[in-house]
């Protein structure tokens, strides 16, 4: 994969650079090429393939969220996991999530699902797999991204301090095992799907705890709400 036609935040690229150069980014990139070649449509578009990096550069991340891969539906993927564009009906995880920091802060419910206003404060919204074939979850599992994926939270937890990882579901806490808990707050519960959110994903306090973790190293905290629709600016 081309390192110079990405479109990525400069300390990012700069630090992943050797990624876009090994073998099986190469390999990645042709197995992309020849899912389109043969018809398939693949999800996000390819400008937003590391939007969730190009949104929320190396030096400025606080939080980390990591997802699973990304929404196989048409229009949803926009390359922030849990994400989804303005006027797009909001998923069941993020209704979930949205309904934990009305609980944890107090925060109404917002008309839309779209969280880059929490990338541009620091949030990164990172997929374990950064692509998905349209109408098929976990498509493109096993095929690289998860090494890719694995060195930038790896840069974050050997370059950084203090940040604040939500790892939600076995599978963000499984790619998190290596986070340094000296060094980082790692914070744990289920996944907010409708199948576990009630298992102890509502409750979790993630949201506040995050805020007061961040403050304590005198960092502004996130603020959390998100404006009304109407008051969006174009993604």
């Given amino acids: 994969m081309n390192e110079d036609r990405v479109r990525l935040?400069?300390?990012?690229k700069s630090r992943l650079a050797s990624e876009f150069d090994a073998p099986y980014m190469q390999a990645l990139r042709e197995f992309l090429?020849?899912?389109?070649?043969?018809?398939?449509?693949i999800f996000p578009a390819s400008a937003n393939i590391f939007a969730a990096l190009d949104a929320t550069p190396f030096d400025q991340v606080k939080v980390v969220v990591l997802g699973q891969d990304p929404y196989h539906g048409p229009g949803q993927a926009h390359g922030l996991c849990f994400s989804v564009l303005p006027g797009v009906p909001v998923p069941p995880s993020l209704e979930?999530?949205?309904a934990e920091q009305q609980r944890d802060l107090g925060i109404p419910r917002p008309d839309h699902g779209?969280?880059?206003p929490w990338a541009r404060q620091g949030v990164l919204l990172l997929n374990a797999v950064l692509t998905v074939e349209r109408g098929l979850?976990?498509?493109h599992?096993?095929?690289g991204?998860?090494?890719?994926?694995?060195?930038?939270?790896?840069?974050l937890n050997e370059e950084r301090e203090g940040l604040v990882f939500l790892l939600w579901g076995s599978y963000a806490q499984a790619k998190g095992k290596a986070i340094d808990a000296r060094r980082h707050t790692v914070l744990k519960a289920p996944h907010p799907s409708p199948l576990s959110a009630y298992r102890g994903f509502i409750g979790c306090g993630h949201f506040s705890t995050a805020n007061a973790r961040l403050e304590a190293r005198g960092l502004a905290p996130i603020d959390w709400r998100l404006p009304p629709r109407s008051q969006l600016p174009l993604p």
């Fill in 9 to 12: 935040e400069p300390g990012w």
């Fill in 33 to 41: 090429i020849a899912e389109k070649r043969a018809g398939k449509t």
């Fill in 96 to 98: 979930n999530i949205y």
């Fill in 114 to 116: 779209w969280l880059m």
């Fill in 137 to 139: 979850a976990g498509s």
């Fill in 141 to 143: 599992q096993g095929k």
């Fill in 145 to 155: 991204w998860e090494r890719f994926t694995d060195a930038v939270v790896a840069r």
